[in-house]
């Protein structure tokens, strides 16, 4: 029985980094366009409010101004309701990514390992599930190495090129030749939301 730090994984772990920069970037823009659009529509609510303490509107043309603004509120309340939907979608979708990349390469590497069984554990003052163990059992550096070399070849693979269309390594583009294109790697494409923790994964037999 083997352990490693999940908490490192997630900090140290390339993927889960350029992953995470990506969602951070795309989440800050939407929560941006929220907050750009949420100014907006506080300034013209309280010019609306400005004009009706000085008297400057009639009732009929308050009314229908009061309408439409109670309109533009609740689609703004709408509108921000969904971007935070999708926001969360990114974040949950990004985590996965990372998880099933992990256990991906745990399955892999105790193929070969044959390991009884790999525990990750979590926490920083009191690990849980793992609080106390030797540190020979810790093979955390050695699933960062493997997971970080891992996802380098990803990022090896050169664009296509040309009319070539995604084939997969070695087999005939269009041309009808064996040509020199990778193929279409499908590989995650990535805020410091903690993994779901999967306390103990049993990988096989040893």
Request: charged content about 25%; proline content about 5%.
């Amino acid at each position: 029985i083997v352990y490693f730090n999940l908490d490192r994984v997630i900090e140290e772990y390339d993927m889960a980094n350029d992953l995470r920069s990506v969602v951070e970037t795309k989440v800050g823009s939407i929560q941006q366009e929220i907050n750009r659009r949420g100014s907006k529509l506080e300034k013209d609510v309280k010019a609306f409010q400005d004009k009706i303490d000085k008297g400057l509107l009639t009732r009929s043309v308050a009314e229908v101004q009061g309408q439409k603004l109670q309109e533009q509120q609740n689609n703004f309340q709408q509108y921000a309701a969904q971007k935070q939907q999708e926001m969360a979608e990114e974040q949950q979708v990004m985590l996965n990514q990372i998880a099933d990349a992990i256990k991906t390469f745990l399955d892999d590497f105790n193929a070969e390992k044959k390991y009884a069984m790999i525990i990750s554990t979590q926490g920083a003052v009191l690990p849980a599930p793992v609080a106390a163990a030797d540190p020979e059992l810790d093979i955390t550096d050695e699933i960062l190495e493997g997971l970080n070399a891992e996802y380098v070849k990803t990022k090896a693979v050169p664009p296509l090129q040309g009319r070539h269309r995604p084939v997969q390594w070695k087999s005939l583009c269009r041309t009808g030749k064996e040509c020199g294109c990778q193929g279409v790697q499908l590989f995650p494409a990535v805020p410091g939301i903690p993994l779901p923790r999967q306390d103990a994964v049993r990988l096989g037999r040893g």
